[in-house]
């Protein structure tokens, strides 16, 4: 099957040019000048690309897609339907489901399910737990061992020193990824029991439970500690200006491409005091935080301290976020807002084609070193997002397609839309229409001269 999307506009040298792109085989064939139709009969589909935009497919680094154990929020083909929604074209899951990705079989278990319902590509984050470095070390074709410094949905929590220290090392020598929930667990506990006690039930409180400190504290850690081991070391959802400090001295000091790190729309967004209307559906790890925070993250963005955006997606039903604060999950779902969050951000000219482009593609799939994809290259996978920037529209719980029914960023307008969701040169969304396609485990390729198998 082939295809062609003739006069869309695309991003080079940080301007919109028009185009033409052939797709041959799920790759990309050849982009040509607009101008140059000549060959268009030679192709199966014709995409009339026209006052819209074409951008590589998001790779969303960072979703809860919950199987096994969590059906009842999200699953395999409501998740990808969700993204495709959303322009997303490859998501990497993580481990923290019930029972949690830890061991190869249920890692394999996980890739059987997801190759049977996802309609977009996908690869998996392994969790790191007391005492499965076995496992770690067999573990074949994964994103990064998740680690979660502070405890979060689920039971996955490393707050040991020597642990962290020694699954540190176990990357290093087999130059895999770490990527970590940065929160102090201690403080986390501590806050949490002076909170209690004070007889505290607002869900307002969990920025003053989980606050800067917890954070601040556990990247400097991380950051410290992989700088002694030479693990490659990529922070997810950074919120605070103090984490930020430490991500920038880590840049500074350690080499190239060591250090990486990640914001979400809702810390890039929502501050805080959203937790005085929405409560517990404003409720996730780490919390939204100050204004300081975000106008810290916004001028992160511009000058390269983070590296990617992802969502965090991390749905949970209504019935659960209803509960009183103490017991409502944190997480809150984003895999399909994500990119018109960003498309609004664009037309405000906050945020620049180019940098779109690198925070939710390039650079996820240079950290992450997902072979082919990331890019519109010739000879790289066909996954695209193709955008009208100027439809309007709200972003409202009443039609998302996430499981979970609800978005907490319910009542906004963006403008920007996406019409199209392309994978691998197949069309998976039209304008709110979803088509078959059978998504497959992406590719991690390792550098050579430390490959142990
Ligand atoms: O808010 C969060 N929700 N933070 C996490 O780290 C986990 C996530 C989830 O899985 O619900
Ligand atoms: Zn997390
Ligand atoms: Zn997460």
Redesign the pocket.
């Known amino acids: 099957m082939s295809l062609a999307i003739l006069g869309c506009s695309i991003v080079e040298n940080q301007r919109l040019v028009e185009k033409n792109v052939f797709v041959r085989e799920g790759k990309i064939y050849e982009i040509t000048p607009s101008s140059d139709i000549s060959n268009k009969r030679d192709f199966d589909i014709i995409i009339d690309g026209r006052k819209k935009v074409l951008l590589p497919g998001v790779i969303d680094a960072h979703v809860?897609f919950r199987v096994p154990g969590g059906e009842h929020k999200e699953d395999w083909t409501t998740g990808s339907c969700a993204a495709a929604s959303g322009g997303v074209t490859t998501v990497l899951d993580?481990p923290?489901t019930s029972p949690p990705t830890t061991t190869v079989d249920r890692l394999n278990e996980k890739r059987i399910i997801a190759s049977n319902k996802s309609i977009i590509d996908f690869g998996f984050h392994f969790g790191a737990e007391f005492g499965n470095a076995n496992e770690i070390e067999k573990a074949r074709n994964i994103a990064s061992i998740k680690i979660?410094m502070g405890s979060?949905?689920?039971n996955l929590l490393i707050d040991d020193d020597a642990e962290l220290y020694s699954i540190f090392e176990l990357a290093e020598k087999h130059d895999l990824l770490c990527t970590v929930?940065a929160e102090n667990e201690r403080l986390i506990k501590l806050f949490s029991d002076q909170a209690k006690f004070n007889g505290k039930t607002s869900p307002t409180i969990h920025p003053l439970i989980r606050n800067n400190l917890c954070a601040a504290e556990a990247v400097s850690k991380a950051e410290l500690f992989s700088r002694f081991v030479g693990n490659r070391l990529h922070v997810c959802h950074v919120s605070t200006k103090e984490e930020l400090d430490f991500i920038k001295l880590g840049k500074k000091l350690q080499r190239e491409g060591r250090l990486s790190a990640e914001a979400t729309m809702h810390h890039l967004l929502l501050s805080s005091a959203a937790m005085l209307k929405s409560g517990n559906y404003a409720k996730?790890?780490p919390p939204l935080r100050s204004k300081e925070d975000i106008s810290a993250l916004w001028s992160s963005l511009r000058e390269g301290v983070i590296d990617i955006i992802a969502s965090?997606h991390?749905p949970?039903t209504r019935e659960e976020k209803d509960k009183p604060y103490w017991q409502a999950?944190?997480?809150v779902p984003g895999v399909e807002t994500n990119l018109p969050l960003l498309l609004n951000e664009v037309n405000r000219k906050t945020l620049s084609f180019e940098d779109l482009i690198n925070f939710t593609s390039k650079n996820p799939a240079k950290i992450y070193r997902i072979k082919n994809k990331g890019e519109m290259k010739r000879g790289y996978d066909a996954d695209f997002a193709l955008v009208d920037m100027d439809i309007e529209q709200i972003l409202s719980s009443s039609n998302v397609k996430t499981k979970c029914g609800w978005t907490p960023f319910n009542g906004i307008t963006v403008q920007g839309a996406v019409e199209k969701t392309i994978v691998r040169g197949k069309i998976v969304f039209d304008k709110g229409e979803f088509f078959l396609n059978k998504g497959k485990e992406v590719e991690f390729t390792r550098s050579t001269t430390s490959e142990t198998e």
């Open positions: 809860h993580m923290n979660f979060s949905t689920g929930h996730m790890n965090d991390a949970h999950p944190a997480g």
